[in-house]
């Protein structure tokens, strides 16, 4: 779980640098945003890549969601990422 808004390096830099890291690249991300996006995860559309849509950018995350979620949210999302 990233936070997009960090202090040194963001959720996106971080999320592409595990992913761009052959011995960590399977370890399912889920980034966490309160930067105004409109999309839930459920309305993510992937493109053939492992590449997500997230509010105009790609980035590399599996899933994504606003800090509003609830908690029960963020439970289902990581369980689905570990679980399928």
């Not at 370890?27 to 492992?50: D, F, M, Y």
């Amino acid at each position: 779980v990233l936070d997009v808004m960090m202090p040194e390096k963001n959720g996106f830099q971080v999320c592409s640098e595990i992913k761009g890291d052959e011995s960590l690249a399977m370890i399912p991300i889920l980034l966490l945003t309160s930067v105004g996006s409109n999309v839930t995860s459920n309305q993510v559309t992937k493109p053939p890549t492992r590449y997500s849509h997230f509010n105009g950018m790609y980035t590399e995350a599996d899933d994504y969601l606003e800090k509003t979620a609830s908690g029960e949210d963020i439970v289902k999302s990581i369980k689905q990422l570990i679980y399928g």
